[in-house]
């Protein structure tokens, strides 16, 4: 029989004005009993609370062991476990015929799955992702002590009934969970001061929109055959190659008046005033070949 299926049964009480020695002798049962017959205010009940929740230390531990991969610090939910120990204990009914342990294991683990719900995300994620990714957690633990080794994601899909693709999108989300500060050193790479100076680049769509500008500006300035080559290439997308093609002409002439053009129009458009050789000779010619 249950230690708490009758609470008829329980030996008599201990005086409620006897200290916390006298109770250490009381077994669970009686403390729950003893709980839950005092006020909240009463401090033995606190007594009787505090060593079930010694008694039971054991169990919010294995609870939280499932976590051990969060960035979160042990102790931290520990104490989230204690809450959803002190929970189960105050709402425990004896009478349905199981255990504390067996009542209060779901409300500890709710409790920690709370808290990682409401508390440990820095960014938005659905709330059936983020359940998910703490069922991946759990599946992993348990199955690590099962089969002796880590489980492969087929693994953990073929135990959680779902697919390969659900286990990877959890794994993407848990990411979210231990962000990486731009800032931050980087490890094995003595030459690299942060992860902020391996992220960026020169966009190349930058030379793109000074070509564009460059060219409404200092249009009529320009050759006939390098008007037609700035057009193909910028407007309609036309490759170097594809380019020789029409006009027939080279890729390597294409590239050379290309280049030619540009470099005649970006000083204009950065203000630079050392073109004056340029400036000599009037550029507008009938064609350009």
Same mark, same amino acid.
Request: with cysteine; charged share 25%; hydrophobic share 40%.
């Given at each position: 029989?249950?230690?708490?299926?009758?609470?008829?049964?329980? @030996?008599?009480?201990?005086?409620?004005?006897?200290?916390?020695?006298?109770?250490?002798?009381?077994?669970?049962?009686?403390?729950?009993?003893?709980?839950?017959?005092?006020? @909240?205010?009463?401090?033995? &009940?606190?007594?009787?609370?505090?060593? #079930?929740?010694?008694?039971?230390?054991?169990?919010?531990?294995?609870?939280?062991?499932?976590?051990?991969?969060?960035?979160?610090?042990?102790?931290?939910?520990?104490?989230?476990?204690?809450?959803?120990?002190?929970?189960?204990?105050?709402?425990?009914?004896?009478?349905?015929?199981?255990?504390?342990?067996?009542?209060?294991?779901?409300?500890?683990?709710?409790? #920690?799955?709370?808290?990682?719900?409401?508390?440990?995300?820095?960014?938005?994620?659905?709330?059936?992702?983020?359940?998910?990714?703490?069922?991946? &957690?759990?599946?992993?633990?348990?199955?690590?002590?099962?089969?002796? &080794?880590?489980?492969?994601?087929?693994?953990?899909?073929?135990?959680?009934?779902?697919?390969?693709?659900?286990?990877?999108?959890?794994?993407?989300?848990?990411?979210?969970?231990? $962000?990486?500060?731009?800032?931050? $050193?980087?490890?094995?790479?003595?030459?690299?001061?942060?992860?902020?100076?391996?992220?960026?680049?020169?966009?190349?769509?930058?030379?793109?929109?000074?070509?564009?500008?460059?060219?409404?500006?200092?249009?009529?300035? #320009?050759?006939?055959?390098?008007?037609?080559?700035?057009?193909?290439?910028?407007?309609?997308?036309?490759?170097?190659?594809?380019?020789?093609?029409?006009?027939?002409?080279?890729?390597?002439?294409?590239? @050379?008046?290309?280049?030619?053009?540009?470099?005649?129009?970006?000083?204009?458009?950065?203000?630079?005033?050392?073109?004056?050789?340029?400036?000599?000779?009037?550029?507008?010619?009938?064609?350009?070949?």
């Amino acid at each position: 029989m249950s230690e708490f299926a009758a609470v008829e049964r329980l @030996r008599p009480l201990p005086d409620p004005a006897a200290g916390r020695q006298d109770l250490q002798a009381v077994g669970n049962g009686e403390l729950l009993a003893l709980a839950a017959s005092l006020p @909240r205010s009463s401090e033995r &009940r606190a007594v009787a609370l505090d060593l #079930l929740v010694t008694r039971y230390r054991q169990l919010v531990w294995s609870c939280v062991q499932r976590y051990s991969r969060s960035p979160e610090p042990t102790e931290d939910l520990m104490q989230v476990g204690y809450v959803g120990l002190l929970k189960a204990i105050n709402n425990f009914d004896p009478a349905l015929g199981f255990s504390l342990a067996t009542y209060a294991e779901p409300c500890i683990t709710g409790e #920690l799955k709370k808290h990682f719900r409401d508390k440990s995300w820095q960014l938005h994620v659905g709330r059936p992702l983020q359940e998910r990714v703490l069922e991946v &957690r759990q599946a992993e633990h348990r199955l690590t002590q099962q089969l002796g &080794r880590m489980p492969t994601d087929s693994d953990l899909a073929t135990d959680l009934g779902i697919g390969d693709a659900d286990i990877r999108e959890a794994r993407k989300a848990e990411l979210v969970l231990q $962000p990486l500060s731009l800032d931050g $050193p980087l490890n094995g790479r003595a030459s690299v001061a942060s992860l902020a100076e391996l992220l960026g680049g020169e966009d190349p769509r930058l030379e793109h929109m000074l070509g564009m500008q460059a060219i409404a500006r200092h249009w009529g300035e #320009l050759p006939v055959r390098e008007q037609q080559i700035l057009v193909l290439y910028y407007y309609r997308g036309m490759t170097q190659a594809q380019i020789g093609q029409q006009l027939g002409l080279s890729q390597m002439r294409v590239s @050379r008046l290309l280049a030619r053009a540009l470099g005649y129009l970006r000083p204009r458009l950065l203000g630079q005033a050392d073109y004056a050789s340029e400036a000599v000779a009037p550029r507008r010619v009938l064609t350009g070949a």
